[in-house]
């Protein structure tokens, strides 16, 4: 069965750090790029962070911010968000997509709440 599931989330402060994973079942990572999104209450679902399959390049929705790092352990069958210096507005649940073209989402994970409190 091909499935994503993302960990990691919880209740944070605002200024605190996070690592989301994403760990893949039933396919391999290896063959995908890979991507966060987040929803935030309220809003669309919005892209956080994309990293190629086989080499670490990665794009960012907010690049000048620095705060978000996307990386893939294929080994491990992963990929990882880690998120600096977090804010209130960065409260939304977090996605894990993977893509067999980029911007075009082929399975999805179910999802990881964050809570940022000021």
């Known amino acids: 069965q091909v499935q994503l599931a993302e960990s990691g989330g919880g209740l944070v402060q605002a200024g605190d750090s996070l690592r989301l994973s994403c760990t893949a079942s039933?396919?391999?990572?290896?063959?995908?790029?890979m991507a966060w999104f987040r929803q935030a209450p309220g809003k669309e679902r919005e892209f956080v962070a994309r990293i190629m399959k086989t080499v670490p390049i990665a794009y960012y929705a907010t690049p000048e911010e620095g705060r978000f790092t996307v990386s893939r352990d294929n080994a491990e069958n992963a990929v990882y968000l880690r998120i600096n210096s977090l804010r209130p507005e960065d409260t939304a649940v977090y996605y894990c997509a993977a893509e067999r073209v980029a911007g075009s989402q082929t399975f999805w994970g179910q999802g990881t709440q964050v809570t940022v409190s000021s």
């Open positions: 039933g396919f391999s990572l290896s063959t995908y790029i």
